[in-house]
Protein backbone atom coordinates (compact mmCIF):
# COMPACT_ATOMS: atom_id res chain seq x y z
CA UNK A 1 0.00 0.00 0.00
CA UNK A 2 1.23 3.19 -1.17
CA UNK A 3 1.50 6.28 1.78
CA UNK A 4 2.06 9.98 1.04
CA UNK A 5 3.61 12.33 3.18
CA UNK A 6 3.22 16.29 2.30
CA UNK A 7 5.78 18.81 3.39
CA UNK A 8 6.82 22.62 2.77
CA UNK A 9 3.00 24.24 3.48
CA UNK A 10 2.88 27.41 5.77
CA UNK A 11 2.15 31.10 6.82
CA UNK A 12 3.39 33.49 3.77
CA UNK A 13 2.16 36.74 2.71
CA UNK A 14 0.40 37.37 -0.88
CA UNK A 15 2.73 37.67 -3.51
CA UNK A 16 5.50 35.22 -2.71
CA UNK A 17 6.28 31.72 -3.90
CA UNK A 18 5.78 28.09 -2.05
CA UNK A 19 7.08 24.82 -3.19
CA UNK A 20 5.22 21.66 -1.61
CA UNK A 21 6.46 18.09 -1.84
CA UNK A 22 4.99 14.97 -1.61
CA UNK A 23 6.80 11.87 -0.90
CA UNK A 24 5.46 8.23 -1.58
CA UNK A 25 6.52 5.44 -0.42
CA UNK A 26 5.25 1.44 -1.00
CA UNK A 27 4.57 0.49 -4.32
CA UNK A 28 6.19 1.78 -7.91
CA UNK A 29 6.17 5.51 -7.80
CA UNK A 30 6.35 6.04 -11.76
CA UNK A 31 3.36 3.66 -12.27
CA UNK A 32 1.24 6.30 -11.32
CA UNK A 33 -0.02 9.94 -12.06
CA UNK A 34 0.38 12.02 -9.08
CA UNK A 35 -1.85 14.84 -8.56
CA UNK A 36 -2.45 17.73 -5.87
CA UNK A 37 -6.25 19.08 -4.48
CA UNK A 38 -6.65 21.72 -1.80
CA UNK A 39 -9.24 22.30 0.49
CA UNK A 40 -10.26 25.30 2.15
CA UNK A 41 -12.40 26.06 5.28
CA UNK A 42 -15.93 25.30 4.70
CA UNK A 43 -15.49 24.34 0.89
CA UNK A 44 -15.20 20.97 -1.21
CA UNK A 45 -11.72 20.04 -1.92
CA UNK A 46 -11.04 20.84 -5.64
CA UNK A 47 -8.09 19.82 -8.21
CA UNK A 48 -5.19 21.96 -8.64
CA UNK A 49 -2.82 19.97 -10.61
CA UNK A 50 -1.90 16.76 -12.26
CA UNK A 51 1.42 15.17 -13.76
CA UNK A 52 1.59 12.13 -15.46
CA UNK A 53 3.47 8.95 -15.13
CA UNK A 54 6.89 10.20 -17.34
CA UNK A 55 6.01 14.03 -16.01
CA UNK A 56 5.44 15.15 -19.64
CA UNK A 57 2.02 15.96 -19.83
CA UNK A 58 0.84 18.04 -16.59
CA UNK A 59 -2.64 20.01 -15.92
CA UNK A 60 -3.71 22.44 -13.75
CA UNK A 61 -7.26 24.16 -12.72
CA UNK A 62 -8.20 27.55 -14.05
CA UNK A 63 -7.31 29.23 -10.58
CA UNK A 64 -3.60 28.32 -10.82
CA UNK A 65 -2.65 27.90 -14.17
CA UNK A 66 0.31 30.55 -15.66
CA UNK A 67 2.12 30.76 -11.69
CA UNK A 68 1.95 27.26 -10.76
CA UNK A 69 4.46 24.49 -11.71
CA UNK A 70 3.93 20.26 -11.59
CA UNK A 71 7.01 18.11 -11.12
CA UNK A 72 8.54 14.68 -10.32
CA UNK A 73 11.40 12.71 -9.70
CA UNK A 74 10.53 9.06 -10.27
CA UNK A 75 14.42 8.04 -8.39
CA UNK A 76 13.30 9.69 -5.92
CA UNK A 77 9.28 8.85 -5.45
CA UNK A 78 8.19 12.78 -4.70
CA UNK A 79 6.17 15.04 -6.75
CA UNK A 80 6.18 19.13 -6.37
CA UNK A 81 3.99 21.73 -6.91
CA UNK A 82 5.49 25.06 -6.61
CA UNK A 83 2.67 27.86 -6.38
CA UNK A 84 3.97 31.95 -7.83
CA UNK A 85 2.70 35.27 -6.42
CA UNK A 86 0.26 33.71 -4.17
CA UNK A 87 -3.31 35.01 -3.44
CA UNK A 88 -5.13 35.21 0.09
CA UNK A 89 -7.75 32.13 -1.92
CA UNK A 90 -5.10 30.29 -2.21
CA UNK A 91 -5.14 29.37 1.73
CA UNK A 92 -6.38 25.70 2.20
CA UNK A 93 -4.74 22.33 2.98
CA UNK A 94 -3.12 20.67 0.33
CA UNK A 95 -3.19 17.04 -0.34
CA UNK A 96 -1.05 15.09 -2.57
CA UNK A 97 -3.02 12.25 -4.42
CA UNK A 98 -2.17 9.13 -6.54
CA UNK A 99 -5.06 6.40 -7.31
CA UNK A 100 -7.14 6.16 -4.14
CA UNK A 101 -4.69 6.98 -1.93
CA UNK A 102 -4.20 10.61 -0.42
CA UNK A 103 -1.53 12.17 2.04
CA UNK A 104 -2.37 13.90 5.38
CA UNK A 105 -2.07 17.66 4.21
CA UNK A 106 0.06 20.16 4.47
CA UNK A 107 -1.60 23.62 5.59
CA UNK A 108 -0.64 26.97 3.22
CA UNK A 109 -2.19 30.78 4.81
CA UNK A 110 -1.86 33.34 2.56
CA UNK A 111 -2.10 36.69 4.18
CA UNK A 112 -3.00 39.55 2.77
Known amino acids: QVQLVESGGGLVQAGDSLRLSCVAS????????MGWFRQAPGKEREFVASISRGGGTTYFSDSVQGRTTISRDNDKKTVTLQINDLKPEDTAVYYC?????WGQGTQVTVSS
Open 97 to 101: NTDSV
Open 26 to 33: GRAFSRYS
